[in-house]
Nanobody, 114 residues
Framework: QVQLVESGGGLVQPGGSLRLSCTASGMLLSTYTMRWYRQAPGKQRELVAQSTSIGITSYADSVKGRFTISRDNAKSTVYLQMNSLKPDDTAVYYC????????WGQGTQVTVSS
């Protein structure tokens, strides 16, 4: 069955960087639109970044210029490089794969705090 496993979260100071990874199994990553969402306490889940199967990327305004989504189809992994992190970026980050069905990872916590 399809599994998505996120990693790379943690505690970082404001202005720092983290790289999240999402490794997929049981699916052909190259045929899926891959998304990163995040959910902060008491807030709705929001779409942060997207990479389509043909390589088109898009970002939420709040992260544009700071976050970069990329994929390595050979490694079946999608990444989210996060730079210039702010306390408002604190959230659980989820990987999502979309084609005919929707698949989700378990999430990884990112905390930005001094």
């Amino acid at each position: 069955q399809v599994q998505l496993v996120e990693s790379g979260g943690g505690l970082v100071q404001p202005g720092g960087s983290l790289r999240l990874s999402c490794t997929a199994s049981g699916m052909l990553l190259s045929t899926y639109t891959m998304r990163w969402y995040r959910q902060a306490p008491g807030k709705q889940r929001e779409l942060v970044a997207q990479s389509t199967s043909i390589g088109i990327t898009s970002y939420a305004d709040s992260v544009k210029g700071r976050f970069t989504i990329s994929r390595d189809n050979a490694k079946s992994t999608v990444y989210l490089q996060m730079n210039s992190l702010k306390p408002d970026d604190t959230a659980v980050y989820y990987c999502n794969a979309v084609r005919e069905q929707d698949y989700w990872g378990q999430g990884t916590q990112v905390t930005v705090s001094s």
